[in-house]
């Protein structure tokens, strides 16, 4: 590789780990093992032209999931490219890299709305 390359990992979801299920119990300890790594790959790369970038998705249509692919609650996943994309030239080195709607939830607990906020998404419970 020559010294003017450089190399871009893109992590994915790890910003957004204290927003899941309370019955996916196997699913924020694998967000944290992604978030460990992503973090752990960044750090040893500090001042080379390598980069580790931490995108931060909302709810996005996909088919990973019964019925999120047409639920209008979620941002549709071409929209949600074309949104990261934006952010991604406007910010070219930014370690993370959070679409607008998911900033929301990426400060809610810095806000005091973690505790509710994860209250709606598990019913209550």
Same mark, same amino acid.
């Given at each position: ?11 994915? &979801?790890?910003?957004?780990? *204290? ?12 967000? $944290? ?13 500090? &001042? ?29 996943? $071409?929209?949600?490219? $074309? ?33 509710? *906020?994860? *209250?709606?998404?598990? &019913? &209550?419970?």
């Amino acid at each position: 590789m020559r010294a003017s390359e450089n190399t871009v990992l893109v992590s994915g &979801g790890t910003m957004s780990i *204290g927003w899941v299920h309370s019955v996916k119990p196997s699913y924020q300890p694998n967000k $944290a093992a992604l978030l460990s790594h992503t973090q752990s790959t960044r750090y040893p790369l500090k &001042g080379s032209p390598d980069e580790v970038l931490e995108r931060a998705p909302p709810a996005v249509q996909t088919d990973l999931k019964p019925r999120s692919a047409i639920d209008p609650q979620r941002l549709p996943l $071409a929209d949600f490219v $074309a949104r990261t994309i934006v952010v991604l030239q406007r910010h070219p080195t930014a370690p993370k890299v959070p679409v607008e709607c998911a900033k929301s939830l990426l400060n809610a607990e810095r806000d005091g709305r973690l505790d509710a *906020g994860f *209250g709606r998404l598990n &019913g &209550g419970h």
